[in-house]
């Protein structure tokens, strides 16, 4: 599938108008917010940020891109959403931030331009919105370095992840807006390790994400039935 095709322009709307609230911590994007420091550890316990040449497909306003260069990484956000990616550069500049950039281009543009330039390719919660997830790893694998590592994260598809993942999250918790998910989309973690392994990655590494309403608090664990990260090494 080329850049062209592999992309759903009503997917890129919503999170384009939602794009002014994205570093509030308390808007639609407060799971984000509140995700992002466990998944930066693991992460960062794998691949050792500091230095490092990272891409990070579908960055959106910048919360994973931006934290990863203040890890001391070499950060480049790409993503469809030009309103994303405006707010994201607008935060870099008034937080500070060093070494990160923002592209608009598709990651299997990108892949073609610098197959085999990254040391670190992240890619979260992005795959459950595109037409043609494994194009997507695909070109995830093409742009890591041998040696390299790659990491996903997404929603697992079963009774359970259409429960929480939408029906607490979005109607009874109303966490995100309505129509965030769609179940369909959503990716077991089978298929995902499928895509991986036929792209040439390894996947080495799995976690799930909870999530505990009463107390708002979110960990990793091996529970990977609604919300889980996956690490892969390029050999
Ligand atoms: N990865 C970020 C943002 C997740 S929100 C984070 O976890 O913090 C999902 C993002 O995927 C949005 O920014 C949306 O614009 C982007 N997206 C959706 N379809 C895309 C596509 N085909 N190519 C690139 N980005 C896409």
Redesign the pocket.
Known sequence: MTEAT???PQ??AK??DLAHRWWDPESEFKP?HRI?PLRLDWIDKHARLAGKRVV??????G??ADSMARKGARVLG????GK?LKVALLHAMEAGTENVEYREV??EALAAEQPGQYDVVT????LE??PDPSS?VRAAATLAKPGGWVFF?TLNRNPKSFLFAIVGAEYLLKMLPKGTHEYARFIRPSELARWCRDAGLDPADSRGMEYNPLTQRYWLSGDTSVNYLVACRKP
């Open positions: 592999n992309v759903d997917e890129l999170f384009g984000l992002n990070d497909i579908g960055c959106g306003g919360i994973l790409i993503d469809l959403a994303a598709a990651a890619c979260m919660e992005m919105h595109v997507i994260s």
